[in-house]
């Protein structure tokens, strides 16, 4: 099997690689005081979190890996070539649920909100992570390794591919066919709506290394975020970092639907040149879709069964008021 010293060597060259590629050819210009802040924090805290789970003895998932080998369930696959690409499939949809579970649930927004509040997006956000998300990323891979029985050899390829792919889709950088190999893979422009301060932007294209799971679950978006990180003040230092994985912060960050309805209302409008009798229809397919996309397909349904709950009520008080006013008319016939 692979050391895993040889696996830090090829990574630190990628890293090195992708600093080189943003400096030459950078996305988005920023300053360098603000890429120099920026990856001085994200080093501290990637520095901190190996030193803290060294000691805390935690073992590599590649000795898990060894010792569970002979007794998963890809020991039932005859054919050898299905195994890594299971592997590798099973392991990338793991992060995927893992990765909409953190922005679905506050237990674990509080936790993956230190790696969204980089404001200047780059290489080393890679790395921003605190150490209680890794802890919670590596115990479920360590039942999938366990469920599986991927083998250490298999998991150390998984692991260089999706700790090289991140480290590309965080970077400040841009090539030609992005867009293209997009449509399998998440490329940097792909990432970077998912780093929006926007949530109906933020909650979307999670995937680690394969697009596909967004656009089968439905969570790919296509578009240039209004900004990167967090609303309001966010902490640049590794004490607050830290702390702040232990502070509670609600995923749902304020947006005024009201606004946002109303644009989208506009465009509608727009696109039929404002000719009258439509307003309201474009104003319910707008509050309709803006839902859909801020909230997901729950909150719509759940409005659609207030709105026929509210339907129905009235209804069934109109067909009171009118029982009643028969009542009294026959009565003081």
């Known amino acids: 099997m692979p050391s895993e010293g040889m696996a830090a060597y090829v990574l630190i060259l990628f890293f090195v690689l992708f600093v080189i590629f943003e400096f030459c050819d950078p996305r988005e210009k ?27 003895s935690i073992p590599s998932l590649l000795v898990l890996a060894e010792k569970y080998a002979d007794n998963g369930l890809l020991n039932y696959i005859p054919n050898p070539i299905w195994k890594p690409v299971l592997s ?7 992060l995927y649920v893992l990765h909409k579970a953190s922005h679905s649930f506050d237990c674990l927004w509080v936790f ?45 390829v998984n692991e260089m591919i999706i700790t090289s792919f991140t480290m590309m889709h965080h970077s400040n950088i841009s090539f030609r066919g992005e867009k293209f190999l997009g449509r399998v893979i998440i490329t ?31 969570t790919l978006a296509e578009l240039k975020p209004a900004a990167i990180g967090l609303n309001g003040s966010s902490p640049q230092d590794l004490l607050s970092l830290v702390k702040g994985g232990f502070t509670s912060s609600p995923s749902v960050h ?18 039929r040149g404002f000719r009258p009798g439509n307003e309201l229809r474009d104003w319910l397919e707008a509050k309709s ?14 409005n659609l069964k207030q709105k026929w709950r509210d339907l129905s009520g009235s209804i069934s008080n109109a067909l009171d008021v009118k029982n009643q006013n028969r009542l009294l008319f026959w009565g003081t016939d």
């Open 30 to 56: 920023l300053l360098t005081k603000q890429l120099r802040q920026s990856y001085r924090i994200n080093i501290e805290l990637f520095v901190f979190n190996s030193v803290l789970i060294s000691l805390l």
């Open 88 to 94: 590798f499939l099973a392991i990338d949809l793991l």
């Open 254 to 271: 304020p947006v005024n639907l009201e606004v946002m309805i109303a644009e989208a209302a506009y465009y509608k409008a727009e696109k």
């Open 289 to 302: 879709e803006i839902i859909r996309l801020v909230y997901g397909e729950e909150q719509v349904r759940n």
């Open 112 to 156: 993956h909100k230190v790696h969204h509040n980089d404001p200047y997006l780059n290489v080393s956000t890679a790395f921003r992570i605190h150490f209680l998300e890794i802890l919670i990323i590596n115990a479920m891979k360590a039942m999938l390794i366990i469920a599986l029985g991927i083998k250490g050899s298999l998991l150390f």
């Open 188 to 218: 940097p422009y792909l990432h970077r709506v998912h780093h929006s301060t926007q949530r109906h932007e933020h909650d979307r294209n999670y995937g680690a290394v394969l697009s596909i799971w967004d656009r089968l679950f439905g």
